[in-house]
């Protein structure tokens, strides 16, 4: 999970799908990103065969992922491109704003934005827009951010379902709407146990420990996680907590959380802790991109220092306390690493070869459950959500 201290406007980019550009997007996604950068060297699918019937059939599609890798994407358009198809994503604002050149190449791929802290009206009318009248796929990933721990899923926004039950609102001349759970899993090459080591101490480092490369690699783990959330609890309230591991993460992410609402408001539609980070987003920059009335310099650093507050809170909520000391397998203990590296390094390394195996779980049919009162028309979008979190979270535990 990235820090970012996001005070910029935001300008929507659409898709321009291109075609002739398109062959150079996948040989660049599988060679550059896939092989080189993720270093994904197998890609194993199941269950595409019917998104493939559906989109042929002139149908829409909205396959919804879990997201706990940064090459979750480019795996699925490559999956997508294997199977004969072209697919619409629907990506955070920030990945447009790495590059021009980047984001040129994004919008010609069939790539749109989202700012996620608000109701991005732009992006909500294109999603619905090309699911109306396209018959390619739409991927939207519903835990919209990026958490590291493939096993288990994070709470669902409604936003996929809230989309996809407004399209299907308008869909004419026997055309259908879908709702696709897809689960992706990476597994690690076993030589991935042998980098762990120096990992470690590269990160004990970062942090001004000795490395105790000595240690068993889980007691350094645990000890480096618990080091630099007491760092944290020092840096934003002055003492550490007590308690296990899990208690104190979901305490100092409360406590950040509602120290910085005291402040700037509630809402109380915002429920889970991703639910309050964005609304806190949303607020502060809004405030903070006001040219008609501008903050002070003193106030605009209190504004910058709250937003430091909201992203280090779903930091904490990110880790989960039980994750591996519940199944310390190679790939828990892999990924908790990544995500160390990510917060104290900036990004994860990928240094050996992996698998991923992705499949696309039976589709909901979301338009016979309009049609047929199973769902409702009005306020469906918390049933289906619930529906898509059931199927996603089982299809997780059996690949």
């Known amino acids: 999970m990235r820090r970012l201290r996001n005070d910029l406007p935001y300008t929507f980019r659409p898709p321009k ?20 950068k993720f270093r994904v060297t197998t890609l194993d699918d199941e269950g595409f065969e019917r998104v493939r019937e559906l989109s042929r059939a002139g149908h829409a599609v909205l396959l919804a992922p879990n997201h706990a890798d940064h090459s979750d994407p480019h795996v699925i358009i490559q999956l997508i491109g294997r199977h004969g198809m072209r697919a619409h994503f629907m990506a955070a604002r920030e990945v447009f704003e790495i590059s021009d050149a980047g984001s040129w190449v994004l ?53 996929v379902a809230s989309i996809l039950l407004k399209a299907a609102a308008r869909l004419k001349d026997r055309k259908k709407a879908f709702l696709v759970p897809v689960g992706i899993r990476f597994r690690h090459d076993p030589a991935v146990a042998a980098t762990f080591s120096d990992r470690l101490s590269i ?18 783990i645990l000890r480096l996680g618990t080091g630099l959330l007491g760092l944290k609890e020092m840096e934003h309230t002055g003492d550490t907590g007590h308690g296990s591991l899990q208690d104190r993460l979901a305490s100092f992410c409360e406590r950040l959380l509602a120290d910085v609402e005291a402040r700037q408001g509630s809402d109380p539609k915002a429920v889970t802790a991703p639910e309050r980070v964005r609304a806190q987003r949303y607020r502060i920059r809004r405030r903070l991109l006001d040219a ?51 917060d104290l390094l900036g990004f994860p ?14 589709p909901i049919p979301v338009s016979e ?4 009162g199973q769902l409702p028309a009005k306020g469906g979008a918390t049933p289906l959500t619930g529906m898509l979190e059931e199927r996603l979270s089982a299809l997780l535990s059996r690949i």
């Open 107 to 159: 919008q010609r791929m069939g790539v749109f934005s989202v700012d996620r802290d608000g109701p991005d009206l732009s992006a909500i009318k294109t999603a619905i827009g090309l699911l109306e009248s396209s018959s390619d796929p739409m991927v939207i990933y519903p835990e919209g951010e990026i958490y590291h721990h493939h096993e288990r899923l994070d709470p669902l926004h409604e936003g």
């Open 17 to 36: 799908p291109c075609g002739w550009i398109r062959p150079f997007g996948m040989w660049a996604n599988r060679r550059i990103f896939l092989e080189r």
């Open 349 to 362: 390394n990928y240094p050996v070869a992996r698998t991923a195996r992705v499949v696309a779980d039976e």
């Open 369 to 372: 459950l309009l049609e047929s």
């Open 203 to 220: 990160l004990e480092d970062r942090i001004g420990w000795t490395p105790r490369p000595a240690l068993e690699v889980d007691e350094r």
């Open 292 to 342: 008609a009335n501008p903050l002070p310099e003193a106030e605009r650093s209190r504004f910058l220092d709250d937003l430091d507050r909201v992203f280090t809170a779903l930091q904490a909520h990110s880790y989960i306390g039980d994750y591996l000391l519940a199944e310390q397998t190679l790939d828990r203990r892999a990924e908790t690493i990544m995500k160390l590296e990510e």
